[in-house]
T-cell receptor, first 116, second 114 residues
Framework: NAGVMQNPRHLVRRRGQEARLRCSPM?????VYWYRQLPEEGLKFMVY????????ESGMPKERFSAEFPKEGPSILRIQQVVRGDSAAYFC??????????????FGAGTRLSVL | AQSVTQLDSHVSVSEGTPVLLRCNYS??????LFWYVQHPNKGLQLLLK??????LVKGINGFEAEFKKSETSFHLTKPSAHMSDAAEYFC????????????FGTGTRLKVLA
């Protein structure tokens, strides 16, 4: 059973370009979370999606950032017109069914975005 | 609202000596708490979780943590450090108000000295 797959592992963009980060959850998982880790900081929640639905985007910046999780295919985190402050590691996690019994999230290896 | 505070940003121990990484939590509910480890340029790996069963939780690689409600603490310990334990450790609480998103502490970087 493959784990959470993120690609690319490393992404370099110039200011003003678009960045597209992909996340394929573990087989059987229909819940995806995106987190951002700025240098020397902990991870911060960005968005929570189920198939075809955004459930909670309270951690997403209001502009330039969007996320989707289509019925078929990976979840995509899109950053338009990137700026240097977007440089960070972006982690995706998937979960089979979050509940009080112990919502274990399984993390991918992350995408490290560098904006020149 | 839930939160976690990791009391030490850096901890150094000698190989073979005990490890103690401290975490305090704040939660309106009976919390779900986790410890994750992150090795350099890697993803996060679950070490252990607490979900209101036994207060002493055993995890992988010899780690364990004790949930103490009276102290609102969930400290991570290991009897004997190994060089391979050098990594960043995150204490995490799950937001039980609906989405179960994770709220991370700021992390503790563990250094193991030969």
């Amino acid at each position: 059973n493959a784990g959470v797959m993120q690609n690319p592992r490393h992404l370099v963009r110039r200011r003003g370009q678009e960045a597209r980060l992909r996340c394929s959850p573990m087989k059987g998982h229909s819940h995806v979370y995106w987190y951002r880790q700025l240098p020397e900081e902990g991870l911060k929640f960005m968005v929570y999606l189920q198939k075809e639905n955004i459930i909670d985007e309270s951690g997403m910046p209001k502009e330039r950032f969007s996320a989707e999780f289509p019925k078929e295919g990976p979840s995509i985190l899109r950053i338009q017109q990137v700026v240097r402050g977007d440089s960070a590691a972006y982690f995706c996690a998937s979960s089979p069914r979050p509940d009080r019994g112990g919502n274990i999230q399984y993390f991918g290896a992350g995408t490290r975005l560098s904006v020149l | 609202a839930q939160s976690v505070t990791q009391l030490d940003s850096h901890v150094s121990v000698s190989e073979g000596t005990p490890v103690l990484l401290r975490c305090n939590y704040s939660s309106s509910y009976s919390p779900s708490l986790f410890w994750y480890v992150q090795h350099p340029n890697k993803g996060l790996q679950l070490l252990l979780k607490y979900t209101s069963a036994a207060t002493l939780v055993k995890g992988i690689n010899g780690f364990e943590a004790e949930f103490k409600k009276s102290e609102t603490s969930f400290h991570l310990t290991k009897p004997s450090a190994h060089m391979s334990d050098a990594a960043e450790y995150f204490c995490v609480v799950s937001d039980l108000s609906g989405t179960y998103k994770y709220i991370f502490g700021t992390g503790t970087r563990l250094k193991v000295l030969a």
